[in-house]
């Protein structure tokens, strides 16, 4: 499984002009890279020659071209991962088939690695490329069990962040062994709260904030008032930037929270859920795609996303189940019936069983979920 840490810099006036000179000759090298592969990398790919030999001779035309250019800071160890990015992803394209399509860089970031041995250590301070002792905020320290593959400096407007890419050897694709245990709680999430299969409900967040939203969109129309090309307007641009980042960070820290405050509030060792993925290609067969709708699951997505990891650290799981008829079914007899939205409990005729509509979909959830963790348990329900 692949992570990511994200640190906020503090760096003083000297240690920051020298970031962005890093940044700006990542994103030569980068920009560079992509059009030595462009001509020279591609009629070599073509050619046969081996990928490492392709990298080996770009990497010297790369450092030629670049040694005497006064405005950039030389890093060979820069280099080396601009051209290596730029690899990875037009190497990416060519299996794929597809066009090369290049992107160049005026971004604001760079990537870097630590030399194999070095184990990243900061407390207060780090060091990197050479820029001693800056402030960091380590409102978490990096989790055990987790190797650092890399690291990207990223500037946002006037923050900076230390971006750490770990990884573990727990392979991604291989479903992770399910414990057998009859401990399985089920979750239906809506947009207006999480429903236990113990009857348990939890209000989840509104996906909007009214009054950063309403500051948003007065930046919004300031900015589209503006001349182009003139300084007002990049003034609005950043004021925009700045109100889109609040609800951004605000969304994401409310997410986090309520990821917790689910592994708190139930004590399972299984939680059960939808298969959003699979929800959401349903949902389109029926026509049923709006763009407000896309958000919401977008929002839930990210949330179980979240869960899944916060479980893990917890030695607990999220497992994703069917969504199919999980709200038509009858939880008790298990005969289907349509219930439309707006039907708050879910009736069955079969079984003159009534219940929480929402409770309902959360005992099928759970039900499914149980198949999954011991085949043995399902053939009870
Ligand atoms: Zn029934």
């Known amino acids: 499984m692949n992570l990511s840490y994200r640190y906020r810099l503090y760096p003083d006036e000297f240690q920051r002009e020298f970031l962005n000179r890093l940044i700006f000759s990542y ?44 405005d950039i800071v030389y890093k060979t160890e820069l280099i080396q991962e601009a051209l290596r ?59 055990s069990g987790y190797r650092i593959m890399g690291y990207r400096i990223v500037r946002e407007l006037d923050r900076y962040f230390l971006v750490v890419n770990l990884a573990n050897d727990a392979d991604d694709k291989e479903m992770p062994t399910l414990p057998a245990t009859q401990d399985v709680i089920g979750m239906d999430i809506n947009s207006g ?100 709708k896309n958000l919401l699951h977008q929002g839930h997505r990210t949330f179980l996303d979240l869960l899944s990891y916060k479980a893990t650290l917890f030695d607990r799981f999220v497992i994703r189940v069917n969504p199919a008829y999980t709200s038509q079914t009858c939880s008790c007899c298990g005969s289907l019936r349509k219930a439309p939205l707006s039907m708050r409990e879910y009736h069955c005729e079969n079984c003159n069983m009534t219940l929480d509509r929402d409770v309902n979909a959360a005992l099928n959830i759970k039900r499914l979920g149980l198949s999954l963790c011991s085949p043995s348990l399902s053939s009870e329900s």
């Open 27 to 70: 994103n030569q090298f980068y920009n560079a890279s992509l059009n030595l592969i462009q001509n020279k990398g591609k009629e070599l790919y073509e050619s046969g020659t081996k990928h490492n030999d392709i990298f080996k001779t770009l990497y010297t035309d790369l450092c030629n071209a670049m040694r005497n250019r006064e």
């Open 85 to 143: 990015d730029a690899f990875r992803v037009l190497f990416s394209l060519i299996k794929q088939k597809k066009p090369f399509n290049l992107h160049f860089k005026n971004s604001s970031r760079f990537t870097g690695s630590f030399p194999k041995r070095q184990t990243m250590k900061f407390s207060k301070k780090i060091s990197l490329f050479g820029i001693r002792d800056i402030d960091v905020k380590v409102h978490r320290s990096l989790p």
């Open 193 to 292: 709260n999480l429903t236990f299969s113990n009857g348990l409900k939890i209000d989840f967040i509104k996906s909007v904030y009214p009054e950063l939203e309403k500051k948003r969109l007065k930046h919004q129309k300031s900015l589209s008032a503006k001349r182009k090309g003139s300084r007002n307007r990049k003034k609005a641009q950043k004021l925009l930037f700045k109100a889109s980042r609040k609800i951004k960070n605000r969304r994401k820290d409310e997410l986090h929270k309520r990821a917790l405050g689910v592994l708190k509030a139930v004590t399972e060792k299984v939680i059960a859920v939808e298969d959003l993925n699979l929800k959401e290609m349903t949902n389109r067969k029926q026509g049923n795609k709006t763009l407000r």
